[in-house]
């Protein structure tokens, strides 16, 4: 029995049809599309194992093999591509300046071994409990944070070649406005082309590795080893993957689907598979992952949502892994073409985060949004530190603690005094928030309440 229909004649997809995911095209044309993905997620996920020093092709390796487990799990239900989270990068760099590389990678087992037990909790309770514990003002709050921890890393590389990063970053920013379509959004990628082409105009690469490398062989593996002070640094990375998630299997449903619940029934099962792919990238030299928005723009661009696409794309990863020559090109870009990219990737994400609030209509009117996100955000901007014992917590951890607990003390408290609604700081129905946030910690459509 096939796993897959093909639809229509395998080749034409008639205007206002789309591709589902339990069809597919000829495998000519899906072998293609599969490509096209390993392109769209190319540009974020070999950036991370180059900030963090870990091995390119291991990163590739991992980030194939869980994809395969991810479509495995999820029955091939859920089309996505799981790519290095840059949610590991603030962690995993402090983690290596006190226990090394294998140090960072027994957080990232910690973190993965988390998620997964989170999936089996949402697969035996739901997801709604979830969102009542991170409304979109905490989660919006916390990947904010995230990002702007990160602005000091980028402006380390910036500084190794200030003007290969000045060009890499020009290159993405023009890239984005210049090109249309799939080329538009691979515009990180051509950013670092270019800014690779520069590097190597000014001297700055070094191709050594290049011709040292062989052309075949299998990619190096590293163990973890595990130290419970770097506990407090990786798991609140737990709280942005389930978020990133949710988030990501309610868009694709929306797609596919005339619902963005129409596969709820299968968070359970996609944040298990993305914490066992974590898990198993961090036992063997990888870093973490996580489901890739990038894949997205493909499907919409090419209306073919089939995970016979990501079985391609997975086994391309799997395959490129085992070219030794390949991770080394990737090896040499040089650390100012990295500055420029981190410049707005890390950027990006401090700004996803405010994009959550946004869509969701959080009002900063009310002064419990605004105390949880003023509080939270200089303590993870500022990095604050706290060391009880062997326990070490950074910014990122105690900045999340500081959102989930201000902001449910915050309403716990004005139950019982009512002092907010008092001073006239939320109103149910208020004309300019039609859905306030405190009144309603929901992740479902902002907009459906204007329809």
Excluded: C
């Amino acid at each position: 029995m096939s796993l897959w229909r093909v639809h229509g004649d395998g080749y034409r997809i008639a205007p206002g049809q789309v591709v589902a995911p339990d069809e597919r095209l000829a495998w000519l044309p899906t072998i293609g599309i599969g490509m096209q993905h390993v392109v769209a997620m190319f540009g974020a996920t070999f950036l991370v194992p180059l900030i963090t020093g870990f091995p390119p092709s291991t990163t590739l390796l991992f980030s194939g093999i869980g994809t395969l487990l991810f479509l495995l799990i999820t029955r091939n239900r859920v089309p996505s591509y799981l790519g290095s989270s840059f949610a590991f990068l603030a962690p995993i760099a402090a983690a290596q300046a006190d226990h090394g590389a294998a140090g960072a990678l027994g957080g990232v087992v910690m973190a993965g071994v988390a998620l997964a037990l989170f999936g089996l909790v949402v697969q035996w309770l739901g997801h709604g409990w979830v969102g009542r514990l991170m409304p979109p003002m905490v989660t919006g709050t916390i990947v904010a944070l995230i990002g702007l921890n990160l602005a000091p890393a980028a402006w380390n590389n910036v500084q190794g070649a200030p003007v290969t990063a000045f060009a890499t970053l020009m290159a993405i920013v023009l890239t984005t406005v210049l090109l249309r379509g799939l080329l538009g959004r691979l515009s990180i990628l051509i950013g670092v082309l270019f800014g690779y082409a520069v590097a190597a105009v000014r001297g700055e690469v070094d191709y050594s590795a290049i011709a040292e490398a062989s052309w075949f062989g299998a990619p190096k593996l590293m163990a973890p080893e595990f130290h419970l002070s770097v506990v407090g640094l990786f798991l609140p990375v737990v709280l942005v993957l389930v978020a990133e998630n949710i988030g990501h299997v309610k868009s694709v449903a929306q797609m596919t689907d005339s619902s963005a619940d129409a596969l709820d029934h299968m968070l359970g099962r996609t944040l298990l598979s993305d914490g066992l792919a974590t898990t198993l990238a961090g036992a063997g030299g990888g870093s973490g992952t996580t489901t890739y928005a990038e894949n997205i723009g493909v499907m919409a661009a090419t209306k073919v949502y089939s995970t016979a696409a990501y079985w391609v794309a997975g086994l391309t990863a799997i395959g490129l892994a085992f070219l030794p020559k390949f991770g080394a090109a990737i090896q040499t870009v040089p650390v100012g073409v990295l500055g420029g990219a981190a410049t707005i990737l890390y950027g990006m994400i401090g700004v996803l985060g405010f994009r959550i609030w946004v869509e969701h209509r959080v009002d900063f009117g009310n002064p419990i949004n605004l105390t949880t996100a003023a509080v939270a955000l200089i303590i993870g901007i500022a990095n604050y530190t706290w060391a009880p014992g062997q326990l070490v917590f950074e910014g990122i951890a105690l900045g999340t603690a500081a959102a989930i607990l201000i902001y449910h003390g915050m309403r716990a408290i004005n139950r019982m005094t009512g002092a907010v609604a008092s001073e006239g700081h939320l109103k149910m129905g208020a004309p300019t928030h039609p859905a306030p946030e405190v009144a309603d910690p929901s992740w479902a459509d902002p907009h459906d309440a204007d329809r």
